[in-house]
């Protein structure tokens, strides 16, 4: 398996423009989490899916953000309308039990 | 509020010499323990885990430490070597298909 595969690894946008991230979990994993790293805050959880159902997006900062898993092989976390304070590094990770696989990481820049 | 923390941001170590990096948590519920190692522009990769039934775990050059009346744990990295230098995570799991609780991580460099 090639891993927790999360597209693009870098992405520019300006403030205001819609913004979508990608993760396909490994495969047969049916938990499914999108975190996001920060200096301020480390490495903070923002959704959580199992076998595709959201299970908790109180972490999610606000309205601006929205998350979906169609399908057990797909996720991807929504922002619009971005912002600058949006800028960090989110990762997408899958686990089938307690030891989570984390992807490589979108690092988004908002200007 | 932190349920998973790491004090220190930063950890300087000479080659050879042991590394100790800590972490504490305040959810009694957790049940199961994790340190995670990140190099920059990498996701985070599984170091070593340890249950709460156990207080010490070995794999190599690498122990960690659980005293569950401290709710603290420890990850020892003995003898330390510059490709050891990361950030380091502590995360931490309720019992259930639960997420892992990350701590903010700590940095660490070993000077050769």
């Known amino acids: 398996d090639a891993g927790v595969i999360q597209s693009p690894r870098h992405e520019v946008t300006e403030m205001g423009q819609e913004v979508t991230l990608r993760c396909k979990p490994i495969?047969?994993?049916?938990?499914l989490f999108w975190y996001r790293q920060t200096m301020m805050r480390g490495l903070e959880l923002l959704i959580y899916?199992?076998?595709?159902?959201?299970?908790?997006d109180s972490g999610m900062p606000e309205d601006r953000f929205s998350a979906k898993m169609p399908n057990a092989s797909f996720s991807t976390l929504k922002i619009q309308p971005s912002e600058p304070r949006d800028s960090a590094v989110y990762f997408c990770?899958?686990?089938?039990?307690?030891?989570?696989?984390f992807g490589q990481g979108t690092r988004l820049t908002v200007v | 509020d932190q349920q998973v923390k790491q004090n220190s941001p930063s950890l300087s170590v000479q080659e050879g010499r042991i590394s100790i990096l800590n972490c504490d948590y305040t959810n009694s519920m957790f049940d199961y323990f994790l340190w995670y190692k990140k190099y920059p522009a990498e996701g985070p990769t599984f170091l070593i885990s340890i249950s709460s039934i156990k207080d010490k775990n070995e794999d190599g050059r690498f122990t960690v430490f659980l005293n569950k009346s401290a709710k603290h744990l420890s990850l020892h990295i003995v003898p330390s070597q510059p490709g050891d230098s990361a950030v380091y995570f502590c995360a931490a799991i309720r019992p259930g298909n639960t997420p892992l609780v990350f701590g903010k991580g700590t940095r660490l460099s070993v000077i050769a």
């Open positions: 899916f199992n076998n595709n159902v959201p299970i908790d």
């Open positions: 495969s047969g994993h049916n938990s």
């Open positions: 990770a899958s686990s089938p039990l307690s030891e989570a696989f």
